[in-house]
């Protein structure tokens, strides 16, 4: 279960950041993107004659996908997941890299191995687990962050081609001006989004660049019962490691005392009043880029089923709670209405 095959959450109707209208969300102009035209009765016939299989393959959809299709396919043999989907560059999501950020990330010990890749399709050995929910990012802070150490330490080592660069205000910048373009005319809630994105990025203190997964969801950490396994590498690229502890942070509903035994743990040191201001702009920023990234996608996916404004309307309400929480600490001036 993943961004691409997750439930969405819901969330309050009507807060200070929340989009007043369809329009704000884009739910009256869906446009489909490459992917969706896969999504025929042929694919399943195109899926089972890969020439990776050992036998003849059982399929088995996985449902709920956002951005690709997915099914777990057993060949009599071994299970497997096979992730179907191309590139949807207004998500800055590019398969090559996807593949190439999913083999790095095996090598180093973080995700399942990627046995078959062809333009469109790529095969991963399926782990036999369950993925978590947010009440278990809280209760595994000291077993996740080991990952994330892994992967912003040792992962850019195993890593061959391109690389995806990730900055989290350049994207809420871009998602503000594609959103803009698809709804035209003067938008005063996406020009405040921009406002708050440059104010943010302001706050940062200098990190060193690593390698991030960028979209630490529940969902994208696996529990086989011996270990946790990080899976799903769309948006991973170069950072810095703030984007990951926030985005945890942000995606788990983490209270003061998991934040700092998150950063405490990572760091493994005492909190600095720079550290905490970096971390707290930055939780504000991953929740909001989360509302934007949904606002995107009811305009360029619009795949049935999907509750996009539920969605952005859940993480507006994250957002607004993170920049009160963010005034309260450090004095900042910026009112989120």
């Known amino acids: 279960m993943d961004r691409d095959n997750r439930c969405l959450p819901s969330g309050p109707a009507d807060h200070a950041l929340t989009p007043r209208n369809s329009a704000a969300t884009g739910i009256d102009s869906p446009e489909p993107l490459l992917w969706h035209r896969m999504m025929s009765v042929d694919l399943e016939a195109r899926i089972a004659a890969l020439p990776c299989w050992r036998g003849k393959v059982k399929l088995e959809p996985l449902h709920g996908g956002l951005s690709n299709t997915a099914f777990v396919v057993d060949d009599g043999s071994e299970r497997y997941v096979a992730r179907c989907g191309s590139d949807i560059p207004v ?18 010990g973080l995700s399942p191995e990627v046995v078959y890749v062809e333009p469109g399709v790529m095969v991963i050995r399926h782990i036999d687990g369950r993925t978590l929910a947010e009440p278990d990012l809280r209760a595994n802070i000291e077993r996740i962050v080991p990952l994330l150490a892994i992967c912003h330490r040792e992962l850019a080592r195993h890593l061959v081609g391109q690389a995806h660069t990730f900055r989290v205000f350049h994207v809420i910048r871009d998602y503000a001006r594609t ?3 698809a709804r035209g005319g003067n938008n005063g809630e996406l020009s405040r989004y921009v406002t708050l994105a440059d104010a943010l990025e302001a706050q940062q203190m200098p990190l060193p660049i690593v390698f991030g997964h960028h979209d630490l969801l529940p969902g994208n950490f696996l529990d086989d019962g011996k270990r946790l396994w990080l899976i799903d590498w769309e948006y991973g690229g170069f950072g810095t490691s703030m984007f990951d502890l926030a985005n945890l942070a942000a995606n788990g509903s983490f209270a003061l005392a998991d934040e700092r035994l998150l950063l405490e743990t990572y760091f493994g040191q005492s909190v600095s009043d720079a550290m905490q201001r970096t971390f707290d702009a930055m939780k504000v920023a991953s929740a909001l880029r989360e509302a934007m990234w949904a606002m995107v996608s009811a305009i360029h996916l619009a795949v049935p089923g999907a509750d996009y404004r539920a969605h952005a309307t859940g993480y507006l309400s994250r957002t607004e709670a993170a920049l009160s929480r963010y005034a309260e600490r450090h004095g900042w001036p910026v009112a989120s209405s």
């Open 91 to 108: 998500h800055h999501v590019f398969r090559d890299r996807e593949r190439a950020a999913s083999v790095a990330a095996h090598a180093a």
């Open 179 to 181: 959103l803009q373009a």
